[in-house]
């Protein structure tokens, strides 16, 4: 069975100076698994031509070929079952774990190597015999000056 998709958002608006037409609308829809535990949402805003905004009527009977028209040209579908594909990966949370009361050590000292105590970079016997090689060429080419 494959995924299921809804328009869950559908908010026109009127930013013109004739309220009586639509401008722009944001359309989100929201895909669900067939199994009801993964969901995506994804949205975009579609901006009519200056020259042929709709009535708020003609824009209400047009929506769903409007949503699905700009479901297809923005590549909605295939970004949700990405979306969806990718939450199938994440690790999911253990069920019913209830935390045991954690008693905090402050007398703990940091571990080397760690954020609070960085390992220190000491210079091993190779990188300390190319710097003076590169010393030494360095000095031949500018003539031992």
């Known amino acids: 069975m494959a995924n299921t998709y809804s328009c869950v958002r559908l908010e026109p608006s009127c930013d013109c100076s004739d309220d009586t037409t639509v ?9 669900v698994d067939e199994t009801g535990t993964h969901s995506a949402y994804v949205d975009g805003v579609y901006q009519y031509p200056s020259d042929s905004k709709p009535t708020i009527e003609a824009f209400k009977s047009g929506a769903s070929a409007l949503v699905s028209q700009f479901a297809a040209d923005q590549g909605f579908i295939t970004q949700l079952d990405s979306q969806i594909e990718a939450s199938k990966l994440r690790d999911v949370p253990v069920a019913d774990f209830e935390a045991p009361e954690i008693t905090i ?16 970079e000491e210079e091993t016997p190779a990188e300390e015999s190319s710097e003076e090689e590169a010393e030494e060429s360095s000095e031949e080419e500018s003539g031992g000056e």
């Open 23 to 31: 401008c722009k609308v944001v359309i989100g829809l929201t895909a």
């Open 105 to 120: 050590d402050t007398t703990v000292q940091p571990a080397e190597g760690s954020p609070a105590n960085p390992a220190t």
